[in-house]
Every structure is written in structure tokens, then in C-alpha cells.
């Protein structure tokens, strides 16, 4: 039902710290700027990213993309009929999203879901000077995210019966003496644009970008580096979605996976099941490396 990820919200103590991360490091481009807020972008979409100024440092809206007009307004019923206050945003408020028609729901974590379709298109292809090879993302969404979910199940109940997600496996075990127990689920051949555990100290565990080239995720390793962003995870590849990547942290305390290499799902073919590690090699914390040399 749901054809993409479409948009990112985020609420940002440092807007300035922000954009100097998101173009010196991600390889982004800043769409619109105003003092209080900023939208970027880094595919054919005009905007996959809005931040706005504010003391949350943390997500503060999903935005979930359908094909058209019939498909919102039918998941929108749905989700009336199970109960769920959806209100159709405002005029003002759907133009600064740069779509068609939004409404706007909350899932069982309180996180606000914005339903829409017919994004504002750039003017031209994007090419992003840092990221040569370019960002896996048009038709496949912007990435992926994992959010806090208190209610594993009720969040499950709503994104797979209600939004027609579908899942793709689960990943439990436990990673530096931490509990991990992630839901992974679908909405288009991308192995996953939406996880869910918790809970979790913010909404937003992080968000994915993907690019097409080890290299280029390599050189985002290298300018994370070098612009001083603190390393959460150096690199590896998860088992799950087989994701070379590496984590890091935003100017906002959640963290950011920059990867390549991402798998497809044909749903005709797909078995969901269940991971007993987080990652096949990597993902260690950079602290977790020789601290020092040997004598
Ligand atoms: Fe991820």
C-alpha cells in the first residue's frame, strides 16, 4: 500500500551544526533555508529532509509515500476504522512538505506518520559532489529507519495490518552485553524501510542512507573522520539486509548508517527469519580496536 519513504522530520538544537554535517559529510544538498529551518535533498525528490530548530534533537515525523490519491484515502479509512485519529493537514502545512495532500496519524509509540503522495520533483537529476556514485534512493525511498517501539506488538499490528507493511526477518541476540531484539519490515524490494525496537532514549535509533559504492561509503568514513563526528560503529556487514556500512553520530545524538550494497526482496520468493547476530563481521565500536600498540 505504502510505496516509499518518503521524508524524514527532524527537530535540531544546532541547525548550523546540521548543515554543515549534512553537506560536508553525508554528501547532501541544502534545498531551502531559513533561519529557523532547512530541507535537504539527495535524489530526484526536491526534499527528503526537514529540519526545523527546536530543543527535541529527535525525529519528530515520518513521512510514507503512496502512488496516489485512491491509496490515501483508503489507508486513511482503514486506519479510522481501527480507531486511529487521522486529521488531513492543512493547506499551509502540506505545502511546506511540498506535497499534494497529506493527512497525519500517530503510531502506538506516539510518533507522529504523515501519509501522502505526489511530491515536488526537482528540476534537475541530483548529483551530490561528495557522494560520486550517488544515493540509492527515487523509487526505493530515501533509506531506511529504526525507531523506539515500548509496544513491539501494537507497533507490528499497525505498520503490517494497517499500512501493509511486510516483514522481512527479526535480528535477536545481544551485541556488547546489550539486548537486541529488532523487527524488520517492507513496503517495497528495499530489504527493509522501517525497524522497530525498544524502547530506545529517542524515537529515532537512526536513519540509512545507501550509496552505490563501497568507495563512497569508505570516503564518508574518511570525512566523518575528519569533520570530528564521534564513530558509533566502524564497519561491517549485517546479516539481515547484507548492508556494508558503518554508524555515526548526527549532530543530534542519533546515530546515522551510511552503507552500500543493500539487498532486494522478491516478496514471491522471501521467508522471513529470525538472525542470532547483528552483524556477520564488523560494526565494532571503534573503543572495542587496540587502544594501543603492543610492546
Ligand atoms: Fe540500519
Redesign the pocket.
Known amino acids: 500500500m505504502i510505496a516509499q519513504l518518503g521524508y524524514l522530520a527532524f527537530e535540531v538544537s544546532d541547525l548550523a551544526a546540521w548543515e554543515t554535517f549534512a553537506t560536508k559529510v553525508l554528501g547532501f544538498e541544502v534545498a531551502r533555508r531559513t533561519d529557523e529551518t532547512m530541507a535537504l535533498r539527495m535524489d530526484g525528490h526536491a526534499q527528503r529532509f526537514f529540519l526545523t530548530s527546536g530543543q527535541a534533537d529527535d525525529l519528530l515525523a515520518v513521512g510514507w509515500q503512496v502512488d496516489d490519491e485512491a491509496t490515501l484515502e483508503a489507508l486513511v479509512a482503514a486506519l479510522r476504522s481501527a480507531g486511529h485519529d487521522v486529521r488531513e493537514a492543512t493547506p499551509d502545512e502540506a505545502a511546506a512538505r511540498q506535497v499534494v495532500r497529506l493527512f497525519v496519524a500517530r503510531d502506538p509509540a506516539g510518533l507522529a506518520v504523515e501519509l501522502f503522495f505526489g511530491p515536488a520533483m526537482a528540476d534537475a537529476p541530483f548529483v551530490s559532489p561528495l557522494a560520486r556514485s550517488g544515493f540509492v534512493a527515487d523509487e526505493h525511498g530515501l533509506?531506511?529507519?529504526?525507531i523506539s517501539s515500548p509496544d513491539g506488538e501494537a507497533t507490528g499490528r499497525f505498520y503490517q495490518e494497517l499500512l501493509g507493511f511486510k516483514l522481512s526477518d527479526r535480528i535477536t541476540c545481544t551485541f556488547y552485553g546489550h539486548p537486541v531484539d529488532i523487527t524488520f519490515l517492507h513496503t517495497n524490494p528495499r530489504h527493509?524501510s522501517l525497524?522497530f525496537g525498544g524502547p530506545q532514549p529517542k524515537r529515532l535509533?537512526?536513519?540509512?542512507v545507501e550509496v552505490r559504492s563501497i568507495d563512497d561509503v569508505g570516503a564518508a568514513l574518511d570525512r566523518a573522520i575528519q569533520n570530528g563526528v564521534r564513530i558509533a560503529q566502524m564497519l561491517g556487514r549485517?546479516p539481515n539486509?547484507r548492508?556494508v556500512?558503518f554508524?555515526a553520530f548526527t549532530p543530534s545524538g542519533f546515530q546515522f548508517?551510511y552503507?552500500c550494497g543493500g539487498r532486494l526482496i522478491d516478496d514471491e520468493a522471501w521467508e522471513p527469519s529470525v538472525h542470532d547476530r547483528v552483524s556477520e563481521w564488523g560494526h565494532h565500536p571503534p573503543e572495542r580496536y587496540a587502544p594501543r600498540r603492543p610492546k
Open positions: 533509506g531506511h529507519l529504526v527493509h525497524a535509533h537512526h536513519f540509512l549485517h539486509d548492508m556500512s554508524y548508517e552503507g
